[in-house]
């Protein structure tokens, strides 16, 4: 138990800055100003953890993603296809060189008596692999990247196909491939009248670090909100995101220290883990148990060799991993370090801004204490509009920071015109300026998400993450689905952004997308029917079990066949609020008379027929089928006609809870309406009460 109790502390047991020297070191600049307004947990944000907590803990129970395996077995054959094919074209090639022929695809040569330079496989992977497919990645934009993005068309330029070059056309798609979770990539007037006024004051750049001429009244201004926002002393801003892990985490980290880091960690994390003199361990992704485990084997281990005690333990996380699109489970983990003493380190590049009630974050969102985060890190690009990073703590570890991290020493600072940019996207979070656009943004991002991701598990993809994460992965598998599913999304003007290997493993390629608020629902819902449309054609519907009405449960079936009613028609609708027609369709789609849709399914419940409609924009309304006579008066006994049946049931109002008996369905004469114009399919449909 000793060594337990020095993993993390020093020897009187109080708590410890890690990398810090001994003594407190006082900060060179200025104290926060009364103007700013510190962090104070919302009583939304608390009530908002309480309704998902237990919810949390069912959707939790260590599941693990795994691979259908005809998805495996399908995209290992491919790749060995693939491998195949390129190493016989490199034979024929290096046999051409030979002779005086040349393909123009051949490897680089090398000088006679030199080792090859290039990797090997890298090298083999780019020119047989990516360069085949490179048109579906890094294409170039002339426009901002908000809802709407001007995507510059490129062609193959060389034999090799590797290069490519405009072609002077572009293509204006919705765009959901940029981190422009809140919006603030596009232009706000008075933002950018603020943005340009720095600019003209204090130039396009100070072209110096910070600890010469690259601090500003505005850097020091972003430093005190970013601290003042996640409730925390003080904070240390970088010029680059990904510099500031590959930078920070070597100097807190030091010889006989230990990082513990997730095994999806983002790469700037690994980088800077393995530039550090610490020793690395890794846990199962996003497992607390994991975790536990490795820290306990750690610590009884002790240091290689001389089996000490670790001088301190560093556990390294992301609030929000953008592969997965999930969601950290800081509550467990946090409660983990605290057992065994290690610090906690929170990347919050994707989820500051983007989660949580008033948008601080993943520890907001799980109901976490500022003062049980040892350190944030984070970056101003994914939902401040803005470039560069951040390192907030307490006072003694960011002038630590600030002293020894290359990135804050030597590194060129941030562009004075964008650190006004982000300070101002703080100051509208913090309604600072009069106005709630921040909240909005915030809620509309979550309601953004929600309902995309529930169009996506509705239409049978496969898709990671949680829910309120505004990165939605769908997993491809294939990498012949890779550039299929790039290409013909742009050219139904959907602009997506497809991940595969050495980003991912090799058999997990996936699109991921990226929601912002600045998305509309109508943007959304024609988003999800180019989806729907793409995935059937590229088939990746893996979740897919056939048309929700194809196989009726025996109860329906023997209805059925007594009572002859047919759900797939038209229908008139009375809402409560609103009265309208409701056209049933055999593929599992339903269409309101002004346009609205959504996926229908018929289930057996207590004996009763139950209608779902679940739309693509608003909340689920079931109804129940009964039998009626004339003037709407229920009958208990069914009756014969199909005329004189109807849906009854609950309609949902945004905002309140369902009202009782105010939705009801009841058949026009015309029952099996076709949809444009064209003959109905009455094999996938089948007969109810």
Same mark, same amino acid.
């Given at each position: 138990m000793g060594t337990m109790g020095m993993a993390g502390r020093t020897e009187t047991g109080s708590r410890r800055v890690p990398g810090s020297p001994s003594k407190e070191m006082h900060s060179p600049t200025k104290a926060r100003t009364s103007r700013v307004p510190t962090y104070q947990p919302q009583r939304s944000s608390r009530k908002l953890f309480k309704e998902k907590e237990h919810m949390a803990e069912e959707e939790h129970e260590e599941v693990e993603h795994t691979v259908p395996w005809i998805a495996a077995l399908t995209t290992y054959f491919s790749y060995a296809m693939l491998f195949l094919f390129g190493s016989l074209r490199d034979m024929l090639d290096n046999a051409a060189a030979l002779v005086g022929l040349g393909f123009g695809g051949e490897e680089p040569a090398n000088e006679k008596g030199y080792g090859k330079l290039l990797n090997d496989f890298q090298d083999f992977y780019t020119r047989r692999l990516y360069y085949r497919i490179q048109d579906c990645f890094n294409r170039p934009i002339s426009s901002a990247p908000g809802a709407w993005i001007d995507v510059m068309e490129r062609e193959f330029s060389a034999p090799d196909q590797s290069a490519m070059r405009p072609t002077g056309d572009v293509i204006t798609a919705l765009n959901l491939s940029s981190y422009n979770y809140l919006g603030f990539a596009e232009s706000d007037l008075e933002m950018r009248d603020q943005v340009v006024a720095t600019m003209r004051r204090l130039g396009v750049s100070s072209a110096s670090p910070r600890s010469e001429l690259g601090t500003t009244d505005v850097h020091r201004e972003l430093e005190e909100r970013t601290a003042a926002f996640l409730g925390k002393q003080a904070a240390v801003v970088f010029g680059m995101g990904f510099a500031t892990n590959s930078t920070v985490l070597p100097v807190l980290a030091g010889a006989g220290g230990l990082i513990i880091s997730d095994e999806l960690n983002h790469s700037s994390i690994v980088v800077g883990a393995r530039g550090s003199a610490a020793r690395i361990q890794v846990f199962k992704h996003n497992c607390p148990k994991s975790l536990e485990e490795t820290i306990r084997c750690a610590i009884a281990e002790g240091q290689p060799r001389t089996h000490r005690p670790w001088r301190k333990i560093l556990v390294v996380v992301e609030g929000?991993?953008?592969?997965?699109?999930?969601?950290?489970?800081?509550?467990?983990?946090?409660?983990?370090?605290?057992?065994?003493?290690?610090?906690v380190y929170v990347d919050e590049a994707h989820s500051i801004g983007a989660l949580g009630a008033t948008g601080r974050g993943v520890m907001e969102h799980c109901g976490v204490p500022p003062e049980d985060v040892d350190v944030f890190m984070g970056t101003y690009t994914k939902s401040f509009g803005s470039v560069g990073g951040y390192i907030a703590?307490?006072?003694?570890?960011?002038?630590?920071?600030?002293?020894?991290?290359?990135?804050?020493?030597?590194?060129?600072?941030? +562009?004075?015109?964008? !650190?006004?940019?982000?300070?101002?996207?703080? %100051?509208? *979070? =913090?309604?600072?300026?009069?106005?709630?656009?921040?909240?909005?943004?915030?809620?509309?991002?979550?309601?953004?998400?929600?309902?995309?991701?529930?169009?996506l598990e509705r239409m049978g993809c496969e898709?990671?993450?949680?829910?309120?994460?505004?990165?939605?992965?769908?997993?491809?598998?294939?990498? +012949?689905?890779?550039? !299929?599913?790039?290409?013909?999304?742009?050219? %139904?003007? *959907? =602009?997506?952004?497809?991940?595969?290997?050495?980003?991912?493993?090799?058999?997990?390629?996936?699109v991921r997308f990226c929601i912002s608020a600045a998305h509309t629902e109508a943007d959304l819902i024609s988003a999800l029917r180019v989806v729907d449309k793409v995935a059937e054609s590229v088939m990746v519907k893996y979740k897919w079990s056939g048309r929700p009405n194809v196989t009726p449960a025996g109860e329906v079936l023997r209805q059925s066949a007594k009572h002859h009613m047919e759900v797939v028609g038209l229908w008139d609708a009375t809402h409560v609020m609103w009265s309208d027609t409701l056209r049933i369709d055999d593929d599992g789609r339903f269409t309101r008379g002004n346009g609205f849709a959504g996926s229908w399914n018929v289930a057996m419940r207590d004996g009763k027929t139950i209608l779902r409609l679940e739309w693509d924009r608003w909340p689920t309304e079931e109804l129940e089928l009964n039998s009626y006579e004339d003037g709407d008066n229920v009958s208990k006994s069914p009756c014969a006609s199909p005329r004189r049946h109807m849906f009854t049931g609950a309609a949902n109002l945004v905002g309140s809870t369902p009202v009782q008996q105010n939705f009801k369905l009841r058949p026009r004469e015309d029952p099996l309406s076709p949809r444009d114009g064209a003959v109905p399919k009455r094999t996938a449909t089948f007969k109810l009460l």
């Open positions: 929000l991993y953008s592969m997965e699109g999930e969601i950290c489970r800081l509550k467990e983990i946090v409660a983990v370090c605290k057992k065994y003493k290690a610090y703590s307490s006072q003694a570890v960011c002038d630590f920071v600030r002293r020894s991290s290359p990135g804050a020493a030597y590194a060129c600072s941030m +562009a004075p015109a964008c !650190a006004t940019q982000a300070s101002m996207a703080f %100051r509208m *979070l =913090a309604g600072e300026d009069g106005t709630n656009k921040g909240q909005q943004k915030i809620q509309q991002l979550r309601r953004n998400a929600n309902l995309f991701r529930a169009g898709v990671l993450g949680d829910r309120d994460s505004p990165v939605i992965p769908v997993m491809l598998y294939n990498p +012949a689905k890779i550039p !299929a599913f790039s290409r013909e999304c742009l050219k %139904r003007k *959907l =602009a997506v952004v497809v991940v595969g290997f050495p980003a991912t493993p090799v058999i997990k390629s996936r």
